[in-house]
């Protein structure tokens, strides 16, 4: 996309600073290890990425504790979850909210409906290494009756001669487009079509594509609009830095559309419609 649309690209308080350090040191040393062991093999034994004198059962365990772990989260079990969390720990959910070890488990502890989820595993990796830390990926779908959300976890895992703690988790859920409607629903495609000028003075042009809508910007870069509701259209493409973008379309008194307004990460950007 150009220039512009590159700029239209589970509540607890924040964990205080020094608390936190000891995790963010593993994590960097885990990190600096595993690059290590992926270009130079410096911390690679028999397992792809494992310490040295580690083994299959050590890379098993970790993946086990991280499916346990998330598990345990979703569905309320903190004593699990008091058990199998490291004292120093971070947590940051899809929503960009952070919590400390006791404000996840008071987060944990209001999943009361969780025993409902089923959560499926696939993509799953992990990477262990010296001290013994371990990162490990999965993505998991979690279905609720007919309701499903897909989210990929990332998890760092620390032992110290027992089972595996998590020191540090986080989750990203996976954008999905809205269903598409008919133009019924979404008003004349015709309506739409015109030009738009944007905070510094460039003008978007929106025309009719078969039975969709395009943005053109001054660059003569197209990004496709689907209709998913009235006078709403959607990117069918995410921006990299932003996820989903919106665009909704307003009408003045006499029915004519006079704007759109593109609307990313809680943020709303009127473009009058050029006359």
């Known amino acids: 996309m150009g220039r512009l649309s590159a700029s239209v690209r589970r509540n607890t308080p924040h964990p205080t600073p020094n608390p936190r350090k000891p995790v963010m ?16 093999g410096a911390c690679a034994g028999t397992v792809p990425g ?18 346990d772990w998330w ?7 903190t004593a699990y979850l008091q058990a199998h969390t490291a004292q120093n720990f971070s947590l940051t959910l899809s929503s960009g909210q952070t919590f400390g070890r006791a404000a996840m488990l008071a987060q944990a502890a209001s999943h009361v409906n ?4 089923a959560m499926q595993w696939s993509e799953e990796s992990v990477r262990v290494a010296a001290p013994p830390l371990a990162v490990a990926t999965t993505r998991v779908a979690e279905s609720d009756g007919p309701t499903t959300a897909t989210y990929r976890y990332l998890t760092v895992l620390e032992r110290g001669g027992g089972p595996w703690r998590v020191a540090a988790a986080q989750s990203t859920r996976e954008l999905v487009f809205s269903a598409r ?9 015709g309506d739409f079509a015109g030009g738009y000028r944007t905070p510094r003075g460039l003008v978007l ?3 009719v594509r078969g039975a969709a809508l395009a943005m053109v910007e001054p660059s003569g870069t197209e990004v496709p609009l689907e209709p998913i509701g009235p006078g709403i259209f959607e990117f069918r493409q995410l921006s990299p830095s932003n996820g989903m973008v919106r665009m ?13 307004t593109r609307l990313i990460n809680g943020q709303a ?4 419609r050029v006359p």
């Open 181 to 189: 409607v008919p133009v019924v629903q979404s008003g004349p495609l």
């Open 71 to 77: 598990r345990a989260f979703a569905t309320a079990d």
């Open 50 to 67: 494992a310490r040295p004198g580690s083994t299959a059962a050590d890379t098993a365990g970790a993946l086990a504790a991280q499916r």
């Open 248 to 260: 909704v379309f307003t009408r003045d008194a006499s029915g004519r559309v006079a704007g759109m």
């Open 114 to 117: 969780g025993g409902r989820l």
């Open 25 to 40: 040191i593993r994590a960097a040393v885990s990190l600096v290890c595993l690059s290590l062991a992926s270009s130079f």
């Open 269 to 272: 950007t009127t473009f009058p």
């Open 205 to 207: 042009r929106v025309e």
